[in-house]
């Protein structure tokens, strides 16, 4: 029984890191433009398939991931910079059109690359499991949740150490005041959509040998990459991670103790469950108008 509940907490956290990571290139965005990207989901993908495509090309792995990265990174800029940018007197809603246009797009220029069918990355480090009180925990879940917790102590220290940082921080305040101040806040926002691209290839790349990837596995990924961050708040990056983990862990019980059938079904569940009680999610922030 105790081997049992593991298993699925083990499954739970892993998978949530990733969403946790997904969240996170939500929260970006979102504060640096209050737009919602839904092309975050093919940032993960291009990181995962760009990563099999050049290892199977004879690259070794470090180097594969490293150009993966820097390609999912090119193509945030060039999101922002020829579909965002060209529109930055548009309201919220069309932005948002924009980027899900852009999402099917970079879809089927994968599909035509690397076709439909599963791709497979190898773990690693081993292939042996790891035995922990009779449940079994692949070694690559250790990476997926270690890369994830560097991944958000580096987002703290790029914020709160950094010019860049502060200058993004500083324009999703509040735009106006940053240019005045002499932000350059387009300039701001492609940085925003470069890391949050890089932060959704870097999940995509270390999920891979658990997963595997296709050129489709950016819609279901970013959806619930999107449940996490309205369950913990957008805006919010401790949110992100916590709505994350939770959806994680919740999808991995209902799967194992009811039916797999439900688990997707489980997540939009919640999001509904806590946006009716809690609109601004778990630790969105309260806003006072004055009227």
Request: aromatic share 10%; hydrophobic share 60%; net charge positive.
């Given at each position: 029984?105790?081997?049992?509940?593991?298993?699925?907490?083990?499954?739970?956290?892993?998978?949530?890191?990733?969403?946790?990571?997904?969240?996170?290139?939500?929260?970006?965005?979102?504060?640096a433009s209050h737009v919602i990207n839904f092309a975050?989901?093919?940032?993960?993908?291009?990181?995962?398939?760009?990563?099999?495509?050049l290892t199977a090309m004879g690259v070794p792995m470090?180097?594969?991931?490293?150009?993966?990265?820097?390609?999912?990174?090119?193509?945030?800029?060039?999101?922002?910079?020829?579909?965002?940018?060209?529109?930055?007197?548009?309201?919220?809603?069309?932005?948002?059109?924009?980027?899900?246009?852009?999402?099917?797009?970079i879809r089927g220029i994968a599909q035509m690359v690397?076709?439909?069918?599963?791709?497979?990355?190898?773990?690693?480090?081993?292939?042996?499991?790891?035995?922990?009180?009779?449940?079994?925990?692949?070694?690559?879940?250790?990476?997926?949740?270690?890369?994830?917790?560097?991944?958000?102590?580096?987002?703290?220290?790029?914020?709160?150490?950094?010019?860049?940082?502060?200058?993004?921080?500083?324009?999703?305040?509040?735009?106006?005041?940053?240019?005045?101040?002499?932000?350059?806040?387009?300039?701001?926002?492609?940085?925003?959509?470069?890391?949050?691209?890089?932060?959704?290839?870097?999940?995509?790349?270390?999920?891979?040998?658990?997963?595997?990837?296709?050129?489709?596995?950016?819609?279901?990924?970013?959806?619930?990459?999107?449940?996490?961050?309205?369950?913990?708040?957008?805006?919010?990056?401790?949110?992100?991670?916590?709505?994350?983990?939770?959806?994680?862990?919740?999808?991995?019980?209902?799967?194992?103790?009811?039916?797999?059938?439900?688990?997707?079904?489980?997540?939009?569940?919640?999001?509904?469950?806590?946006?009716?009680?809690?609109?601004?999610?778990?630790?969105?922030?309260?806003?006072?108008?004055?009227?």
């Open positions: 029984m105790l081997a049992e509940f593991l298993q699925y907490l083990f499954t739970g956290i892993t998978i949530g890191a990733t969403y946790a990571l997904i969240a996170l290139g939500f929260t970006l965005i979102y504060n975050q989901g093919e940032f993960l993908m291009i990181g995962g398939m760009a990563t099999v495509s470090v180097f594969a991931v490293v150009l993966a990265v820097i390609l999912a990174g090119v193509l945030g800029i060039a999101l922002q910079r020829f579909a965002i940018a060209p529109a930055k007197q548009a309201d919220v809603v069309t932005l948002i059109i924009i980027t899900i246009g852009a999402s099917i797009f690397w076709g439909k069918q599963y791709h497979v990355m190898q773990n690693f480090s081993t292939n042996e499991p790891i035995q922990v009180f009779g449940a079994v925990l692949n070694s690559q879940s250790l990476w997926v949740l270690g890369v994830g917790a560097v991944m958000v102590v580096a987002l703290v220290l790029f914020f709160t150490k950094t010019l860049i940082g502060k200058a993004i921080l500083a324009t999703s305040m509040n735009k106006e005041a940053a240019r005045l101040v002499g932000i350059r806040t387009q300039m701001v926002l492609m940085l925003a959509f470069m890391v949050s691209a890089l932060l959704g290839s870097v999940a995509g790349i270390v999920v891979a040998p658990i997963t595997f990837t296709s050129y489709d596995i950016g819609i279901i990924l970013g959806l619930k990459g999107f449940v996490a961050a309205a369950i913990g708040g957008l805006g919010s990056g401790v949110g992100a991670v916590v709505g994350g983990l939770t959806l994680g862990i919740v999808e991995a019980m209902t799967a194992g103790y009811i039916s797999s059938d439900y688990k997707d079904a489980v997540a939009f569940s919640m999001i509904l469950l806590v946006l009716f009680f809690m609109p601004r999610g778990l630790f969105g922030a309260k806003v006072v108008e004055r009227v």
